[in-house]
T-cell receptor, first 126, second 115 residues
Framework: GENVEQHPSTLSVQEGDSAVIKCTYS??????FPWYKQELGKRPQLIID?????GEKKDQRIAVTLNKTAKHFSLHITETQPEDSAVYFC?????????????????????????FGKGTMLLVSP | GAVVSQHPSRVICKSGTSVKIECRSL??????MFWYRQFPKQSLMLMAT?????????EQGVEKDKFLINHASLTLSTLTVTSAHPEDSSFYIC???????????FGQGTRLTVV
């Protein structure tokens, strides 16, 4: 099955600095890569995702890059703020659908998996 | 975003008893549901994946007879921890997604304590 490695396990930065978290995956068929943020005592929440047909996606201070050849993807947070402090999880998803270009979720798209990395605890100091 | 409701949020049970945890998608049809176990300050360990109407696929090392998963409808999946023991004490969390390549939404988790 899929194996997702995530580094670093902990990351401490000063407010305003950038933070980068890297993940690698093992199954070249994986085609969807979400990033989740989990604050203490709360459920994980999606912050950004990328599909295998694009190499980069940005949403304000957050960006994700994907290198399919090398099978790695990274999360970039710029101008970090104390409220960015949380545990961040990357994940890789493999689906039986043949295309990653679907514009909308498919109701009957067969089997899918969602494998998470071990998480990175990000601490942003004021 | 979509809402996934997990119940109960906390449960304490005696060793040897069984506990059922429910995971419901409230405003979408979850074709796939995932069950995870999370230890303190650790990652989400996938226990099993279930697609509606079919048997759950368990990860290696997860006992299917101990952790019974039922995904009987497009909005409900249940995890039953049978003959619970103290080592089963953990935080169990489900997630659900509507399509294969779409966001997975998480329930709020269940803190299970076996005494």
């Amino acid at each position: 099955g899929e194996n997702v490695e995530q580094h670093p396990s902990t990351l401490s930065v000063q407010e305003g600095d950038s933070a980068v978290i890297k993940c690698t995956y093992s199954d070249s068929a994986s085609n969807y890569f979400p990033w989740y943020k989990q604050e203490l005592g709360k459920r994980p929440q999606l912050i950004i995702d990328i599909r295998s047909n694009v190499g980069e996606k940005k949403d304000q201070r957050i960006a994700v890059t994907l290198n399919k050849t090398a099978k790695h993807f990274s999360l970039h947070i710029t101008e970090t703020q104390p409220e960015d402090s949380a545990v961040y999880f990357c994940a890789a998803s493999l689906a039986t659908t043949s295309s990653a270009l679907e514009p909308a979720p498919s109701m009957n798209s067969g089997y899918s998996t969602l494998t998470f990395g071990k998480g990175t605890m990000l601490l942003v100091s004021p | 975003g979509a809402v996934v409701s997990q119940h109960p949020s906390r449960v304490i049970c005696k060793s040897g008893t069984s506990v059922k945890i429910e995971c419901r998608s409230l405003d979408f049809q979850a074709t796939t549901m995932f069950w995870y176990r999370q230890f303190p300050k650790q990652s989400l360990m996938l226990m099993a994946t279930s697609n509606e109407g079919s048997k759950a696929t368990y990860e290696q090392g997860v006992e299917k007879d101990k952790f019974l998963i039922n995904h009987a409808s497009l909005t409900l999946s249940t995890l039953t921890v049978t003959s619970a023991h103290p080592e089963d004490s953990s935080f169990y969390i489900c997630s659900a997604r509507e399509g294969a390549i779409s966001e997975a939404f998480f329930g709020q988790g269940t803190r299970l304590t076996v005494v």
